[in-house]
């Protein structure tokens, strides 16, 4: 009687073993053009740079309410722009701190090779785990290196900057010459800005 034999490596013949490497590297290359692509149209819809620092559209706000009123109209007016600055107040503060630049490129690194670049299972130890569990794993390492390290203290120190940075702006620039589109929203999120357009529907100044 012929014997069945079992090829424990054979066993995994879907999911992210069986991938070639030719197409997890044509995926990372995807993964980096459509970064470069959407960091294009980003800065290509912003607003005028020059609208944003225009000294005689400065003034002090009347009130909180007025200041309140401002911050609103100026975040959905420039909310390109202030994405970019805060990406920019971020990253400029992570270069300040090297080690915690280097623990988040190697944090990005890892998960860039587990998810992207990983041909086989992953074995450690003689042991396969599944996708399952490399997550949960990458997740813990993630956890680790935020909040055991310095890093997370870092990255919060360097959004409340940006975040700071953007209302002290915003309350004192007058909304007076703002015009939006109607079918894109004022705050649609932390990517909105992807599907900006040209604008066109006037905002009132009266808070």
């Not at 999911?15 to 053009?33: E, H, M, Q, V, W």
């Not at 870092?154 to 700071?164: E, H, R």
Request: glycine letters at 8%; aromatic letters at 10%; a neutral charge.
């Amino acid at each position: 009687m012929a014997t069945l034999e079992t090829n424990p490596v054979g066993v995994v013949a879907t999911g992210i073993g069986s991938a070639p490497a030719s197409s997890r590297t044509a995926a990372f290359r995807a993964f980096l053009g459509r970064i470069s692509e959407n960091w294009h149209h980003a800065l290509s819809q912003s607003r005028p740079w020059r609208e944003l620092v225009d000294r005689s559209s400065f003034g002090k706000p009347d009130s909180l309410s007025d200041a309140t009123g401002r911050i609103r109209k100026n975040i959905a007016y420039f909310r390109l722009n202030y994405a970019l600055l805060f990406t920019v107040v971020v990253a400029l503060t992570l270069i300040s701190n090297p080690f915690s630049l280097f623990l988040l490129c190697g944090l990005l690194a890892a998960w860039i090779f587990m998810y992207i670049l990983r041909t086989t299972p992953l074995v450690l130890g003689g042991r396969t785990f599944s996708e399952r569990e490399v997550l949960v794993l990458m997740g813990l390492l993630s956890i680790l290196v935020i909040f055991m390290t310095n890093v997370g203290a870092v990255l919060i120190s360097a959004a409340m900057m940006g975040v700071a940075i953007i209302c002290v702006h915003a309350s004192f620039r007058v909304p007076d010459d703002f015009f939006l589109d109607d079918d894109v929203p004022a705050s649609g999120g932390l990517l909105s800005f992807l599907s900006t357009g040209p604008s066109s529907t006037p905002i009132s100044t009266d808070v």
